[in-house]
């Protein structure tokens, strides 16, 4: 069964520290790794995704990649309190249409 | 515009009803899909299309139909209703890297 799991949370970080989301996954196969912020009541958008071993830096968001450990994670520096959301982590298979398996989610409190 | 356009927006029915929700993409995008967000947040997939072609369907009750009349819609028609079904049901479309998604649909079972 190919699953892909996170903390729940909440996450509480205060204004201006960094925020730690962590994600494994099961499928060695995986290929493309992301990450989605979903506001309460809002739908999920795309924030960061990467594809290669290391770190991939956008802002203030960094994303980190290793396969060997099949892990992922997301650092957000200098934390708002507009961060505040359920961050999902989403893994899409080899092979066929690629087929994005989400996470559980990891609710970020930012605490002013 | 609207990317991705998901109708109705809130969806409260009886149990044993069928409903549909409908879906639409402005994006020229291929992919298609519907997930399905239950109360913890988890966003499940059911179902993908691909040029209007059924590419994946999960473990989801035969009550629940997709259908895609041309490669720009998804619609996801789910008949005898049961209160399990309360969730917000997701479309989304997809190009590459990102996936496109619509606001949702919160479909409440009474």
């Known amino acids: 069964q190919k699953e892909v799991e996170q903390n729940s949370g909440p996450l509480s970080v205060p204004e201006g520290a960094i925020a730690s989301l962590n994600c494994t996954y099961s499928?060695?196969?995986?290929?493309?790794f992301f990450w989605y912020r979903q506001y309460s009541g809002k739908s999920p958008e795309l924030i960061m995704f990467i594809y290669s071993n290391g770190d991939k830096e956008d802002g203030r968001f960094t994303a980190q990649l290793n396969k060997a450990s099949q892990y992922v994670s997301l650092l957000i520096r200098d934390s708002q309190p507009s961060d505040s959301a359920t961050y999902l982590c989403a893994v899409s298979y080899s092979g066929g249409y690629q087929k994005v398996t989400f996470g559980t989610g990891t609710k970020l409190q930012v605490i002013p | 515009d609207t990317a991705v356009s998901q109708t109705p927006k809130y969806l409260v029915t009886q149990m044993g009803n069928d409903k549909s929700i409908k879906c639409e993409q402005n994006?020229?995008?291929?992919?298609m899909y519907w997930y399905k967000q239950d109360s913890k947040k988890f966003l499940k997939i059911m179902f993908s299309y691909n040029n209007k072609e059924l590419i994946i369907n999960e473990t989801v009750p035969n009550r629940f139909s997709p259908k895609s009349p041309d490669k720009a819609h998804l619609n996801l028609h789910i008949n005898s209703l049961e209160l399990g079904d309360s969730a917000v049901y997701f479309c989304?479309?997809?190009?590459?890297?990102?996936?496109?998604f619509g606001q949702g649909t919160r479909l409440t079972v009474v």
């Open positions: 499928d060695r196969g995986s290929q493309s």
């Open positions: 994006l020229g995008h291929d992919t």
């Open positions: 989304a479309s997809r190009s590459g890297t990102e996936a496109f």
